[in-house]
Structures are given as C-alpha cells and as structure tokens.
C-alpha cells in the first residue's frame, strides 16, 4: 500500500466516523430529547387539555422514569448475553413506539404506556450510546465525541421547544398530541438511518457483571462519589427542566410563547454545554469541572426564582449550559475508566441508581407544587442538592493530568473490509491503520 493510499484510507475512515457521530447526535435527540424531555414543554397543554392535578401529572413523568430504571436493569441483564449494538437497536425501535402511543392517545393512560414505552426505550438506547459513538472516532477524541451526544439532546430540546411553542400557539391546547406526531415522523427517518448505517464490532461480551451491574460498578476507580454526583443530578435537574414552562407561566405569569422561547434557549445552549464542558475537563480533569458545573447549577437555579424576563433569558442559557455539562463529564468519565468488557453493566448500574432519583424527583416536584402552592420550593430544593453534588463531585480521585484511555489493538486483528455502511470498532482503525504504516515503512 502506497503513503498516498494510505492517508486516504485514514481520511475515509475519518469522514464515517464523524457521519456516525452526527447520526448518534440525532439518535440521542430522539430517544432523550423527544422521548422524555418534550414531555416537561408539553406538560401545561396535557394538564389543561385532560383536566389533571400538577401530581398526577408530574406521575406520569415519573413513569417515564420508572421504565427509564427497569432499561437499566433490562440493560445490566443483556450485557452478558448481547451486544452493546444489538440492545441499542432494540431501545431505538421502542422509543419511537412510544411516540407512535403518544401521539394517538385519547386520554392519561394511553399517555403514561407512550410515556413508559418512550422511557424504556430512551434506557437502552442511551446506556449503549456513548460507547459506541466513542469508539467511531480516534482514542484522543472519545470524550469529544459523546459530548456531541449532549449536543445532540440539546438540539431536541430546541426544536421541541420551538415546536410546542407553534403547535399551541396556532392550535391551542388540545393539539399537543401534533407534537408527538411530528417528532415521530422524524425519529422514524433517524431510526432507518441508524439501524442501516451504525454497526459497531465488540469481540466479547460482558462477565462478572453481578447483579444488576454492579459487581462491574465497583471495579471503577471513584465509583461511590460517582453514584453520588449521578444521583444527585437525577434529583435535581427534572426539579428545575419538568417544571420551568409550567412555573414561569404559573408562578410569574408568562405566556406560552415566552415559557417555550426560555425552554427553547435550555435546549439550545445544551448544544454547546457538553463539548465546551469535556474541553475544560481535559484541562482540568473531571473533579474540579463536575464541582464547578454543581455550584454552578445551585447559584443559577437560586437566581432565575424571581421571574424577570431579561434575566431569566439569561439563566436559561446557564442552565441548559450547566444541564448538558452534568451528565456529559460524568458518562465520559465511566466510558475512559472502565474497559469494553465492563462498560455496560457498570454504566447501567450507576444509570440505575439515577433512574432511581428521576422516578422520584418529578413526582415529589409536583407534591411540593401542589402543597406550597407554588414552584418556589422546588427550584430552591435542586438549588440545595446541587450544593450536595459539589461535595460529592469533589470526592473523585485527583488526576494530574487528565487522559483518555486508547483502546489497544488485538494482536491477531486483521483490518477489515471497507464498507460504507458501517462503522467498527477503534481498535480496528488503529490496527488497519499502523498495520498500512508498517508496510510503507517496510517498502522504504
């Protein structure tokens, strides 16, 4: 093989990789963005429309969550049967199910089996996500790579925002249900792209996970404060994302138009927030940035509560900054300190404990809404936890200088066919790509 041929091998394998991380981008808006956050914008029109309490609609965010924690589990149990390619696809398929319910549902119970099929879906969908779109591009890029998958999330956000904010604008209430119907549409064209286009190669599958995962948790360095920090976030974002459009139209009287437009600028600086936040972690390393963004989250939540309209434009952008950071720095640090073999259960574990605070979190927003009256308390509740996440944040190993795992290559692995459609394993770049290095060398 000639230099020449060489580095255009290099610049193809280049080109897929970042197709796939654009297409995982998407994937990511369709099963977090549209299968469980479009319900928070959307949660004022389904409370008027279907006559519901602030609790009972907050229930049916949380069974969101409850199927978010079963896909946890459903997750930990297939890591040792299938691979991580093979349960992302089925997550995709039922996520886009639930939005097929929800867009046909004449009443909450229909609602809630969307809602819960969207939620199940979103957890295996997501818990694959970040490995396989890390492992599409070169070793040093891997935490770039699942911060576009933040990015990804953020841009549904918006488009969710700015959707909703049309559909009841021009259709009033009841039409929420076009919502769905929409982004069904879209995630129906996503889905085909991802089940045709994605492939990932894994040699093993996962052993000694325990149950649950968590015998594949407790081999990761720092697991406990980690389990903390993701816990911590679990309560305290929903607090703040499920409740902003309904408090700043109950509790300081904006419009719907105005609630969506600062839900929709959440979503948009989401687009940003994780990429920026992974740059500042490999400066500094993940400890002190996670310490930051939860100080952040509590200053930023504590200000937006009075409710002026500049201002509180202004801090949406943070907490969508703040919102994308959080979880981003904490998946990239499970994908850089675990192996291939471990990835999954361990990343299911920690998500199972996290999908344990979200299945509480929005329910006991709206008890807390409904007692007081107000979202006042409840704001000033995810203020307080992001407090406890900074403490638990800071209890990480300290690292001099923050790295991202290369993963090696196998000895015996050959390079593989180039083919369009797929998009390997890194480890097969870098054999397919030291291996060319080696014969131009050798032809010297």
Same mark, same amino acid.
């Given at each position: ?7 255009? $091998?290099?610049?193809r394998?280049? &080109? ?27 949660? @004022? ?7 519901l309490s602030?609790?009972v609609?907050g ?13 946890? &589990? ?8 299938y ?7 089925v ?15 004449p009443?909450a ?6 809602l819960? $099929? ?22 040093e890029r891997?935490? +770039? ?16 925002g ?17 919502v ?15 089940l ?12 000694? $996970?325990? +149950?649950?995962?968590f ?5 990761? @360095?720092?697991?406990? @404060?980690?389990v903390?920090?993701f816990?911590? /976030? ?6 703040v ?6 408090r ?6 904006? *419009? ?45 939540? *504590?200000?937006?509560?009075p ?7 202004? !801090? ?5 900054? +703040? ?6 720095? +904490?998946t990239?640090?499970?994908v ?14 920690? $998500? ?13 927003g ?8 107000? /979202?006042?308390?409840?704001?000033? !509740? ?9 403490f638990?944040s ?21 390079? @593989? ?8 394993? *890194?480890?097969?770049?870098?054999a ?11 032809s010297?």
């Open positions: 093989m000639t230099a020449l041929g060489s580095d255009a $091998t290099s610049h394998r280049r &080109l897929m990789g970042a197709a796939a991380v654009i297409l995982m981008a998407l994937l990511a808006a369709i099963a977090q963005s549209f299968g469980r956050f479009t319900y928070g914008v959307l949660l @004022p029109a389904v409370r008027d429309d279907l006559g602030n609790t609609a229930s049916l965010a949380t069974v969101n969550m409850a199927a978010y924690l079963l896909g946890t &589990l459903v997750v930990a149990a297939a890591s040792s049967r691979r991580l390619l093979s349960v992302m696809r997550g995709l398929v039922l996520a886009i199910i639930g939005q097929a319910l929800a867009t046909i549902a009443g119970a229909v609602l809630g089996i969307g819960f $099929t969207q939620g199940l879906g979103g957890a295996l969908t997501w818990i694959r996500a970040p490995v396989v779109t890390a492992d599409a591009i070169a070793p891997r935490g +770039l790579a699942v911060g576009f998958l933040g990015a990804g999330m953020g841009f549904g956000v918006v488009f969710a700015q959707l909703a904010s049309f559909v009841r604008s021009t259709m009033g209430d009841a039409s929420w249900r076009n769905y119907f929409v982004q069904l549409i879209i995630g129906a064209i996503v889905a085909a792209g991802v045709l286009f994605i492939g990932h190669r894994q040699e093993r599958l996962a052993s000694r $996970t325990g +149950l649950g995962g015998s594949a948790l407790r081999r990761m @360095p720092g697991w406990v @404060p980690l903390g920090a816990v911590t /976030f679990g309560l305290l974002y929903l607090m994302i499920a409740f902003l459009t309904t700043l139209e109950d509790d300081s009287g904006w *419009t719907s138009s105005q609630a969506a437009l600062a839900f929709t600028l959440v979503g948009l600086a989401m687009i940003f927030g994780g990429p920026l936040f992974i740059a500042i972690s490999e400066r500094i390393g993940p400890r002190p940035t996670l310490a930051m963004s939860f100080a952040g989250w509590a200053v930023v939540t *504590t200000l937006i509560l409710g002026w309209f500049v201002p509180t434009i202004v !801090l949406s952008v943070a907490i969508g900054v +703040l919102f994308a950071a959080m979880p981003t720095v +904490l990239v640090y499970v850089n300190n675990t192996t291939t073999d471990d990835y999954g259960p361990a990343f299911s574990a920690t $998500t199972f404990c996290f999908g344990v605070a979200q299945m509480i979190s929005p329910q006991l709206g008890f807390i809404a409904d007692a007081a009256g107000s /979202f006042t308390p409840v704001f000033l !509740l995810s203020a307080a936890l992001g407090v406890v996440g900074m638990a800071l209890g990480l190993p300290r690292r001099a200088r923050p790295s991202f795992a290369a993963v090696p290559a196998p000895v015996s692995a050959a390079a @593989p066919a180039l083919d369009w459609r797929f998009v390997n394993m *890194t480890f097969d770049v870098i397919a790509d030291a291996a060319a290095e080696a014969m131009v060398q050798g010297q």
